[in-house]
T-cell receptor, first 117, second 112 residues
Framework: DQQVKQNSPSLSVQEGRISILNCDYT??????FLWYKKYPAEGPTFLIS?????DKNEDGRFTVFLNKSAKHLSLHIVPSQPGDSAVYFC????????????????FGKGTKLTVNP | DSGVTQTPKHLITATGQRVTLRCSPR?????VYWYQQSLDQGLQFLIQ???????AKGNILERFSAQQFPDLHSELNLSSLELGDSALYFC???????????FGNGTRLTVT
């Protein structure tokens, strides 16, 4: 059962335009959401995050929007640059059930973004 | 450079064999995580250690085991390997359990 879904395996956009990457989740207990970017032959790197009590977080060209009622979040990249071409993973955090327990981070399968010059 | 070091980068071995993957976390990070990424799959959480102790377990098979040593480096042991174990294995570390993860570049395991 996949709790975090990225339904678009790939996305292609033109340089300078907006890239919108989408992510849906099923578990309403997720309290924190993160986006990671991964280049070939490298590990994922943290990009931006958002708490479940917010609906928007912005960091430079990157903005993450959260719609809790729809259990949907999206990552907007404006303007897109060729260097943004990578695989983007959406991740959701499940808080520990008990005190002293550990949280769990659930990843989607990723969306490969290609930004064409 | 994330500061997380994984060795080896590539590993090719036969079914039934045993391998050990090694991870050195970022300086100062106490938490170490292991993830598996199979073809066309997301990152599957295997296990987490914090300051030498196991903290959380995910979808880790009984044939797999891990540990975190006093110097905070970690090893993931995979035994009785099967073709389906072929995957990228990532190690990640964080300062504390709720901090963003910093990933190594992974070990690509190929079981033939």
């Amino acid at each position: 059962d996949q709790q975090v879904k990225q339904n678009s395996p790939s996305l292609s956009v033109q340089e300078g335009r907006i890239s919108i990457l989408n992510c849906d989740y099923t578990n309403s207990m997720f309290d924190y959401f993160l986006w990671y970017k991964k280049y070939p032959a490298e590990g994922p790197t943290f990009l931006i995050s958002i708490s479940s009590i917010k609906d928007k977080n912005e960091d430079g060209r990157f903005t993450v929007f959260l719609n809790k009622s729809a259990k949907h979040l999206s990552l907007h990249i404006v303007p897109s640059q060729p260097g943004d071409s990578a695989v983007y993973f959406c991740a959701a955090r499940l808080q520990a059930i008990r005190q002293g327990g550990s949280e769990k981070l659930v990843f989607g399968k990723g969306t490969k973004l290609t930004v064409n010059p | 450079d994330s500061g997380v070091t994984q060795t080896p980068k590539h590993l090719i071995t036969a079914t039934g064999q045993r391998v050990t993957l090694r991870c050195s976390p970022r300086s100062g990070d106490l938490s170490v995580y292991w993830y598996q990424q199979s073809l066309d799959q997301g990152l599957q959480f295997l296990i987490q250690y914090y300051n030498g102790e196991e903290r959380a377990k995910g979808n880790i098979l009984e044939r797999f085991s891990a540990q975190q040593f006093p110097d905070l480096h970690s090893e993931l042991n995979l035994s009785s390997l099967e073709l389906g174990d072929s995957a990228l294995y990532f190690c990640a570390s964080s300062v504390r359990p709720n901090s963003p993860l910093h990933f190594g570049n992974g070990t690509r395991l190929t079981v033939t």
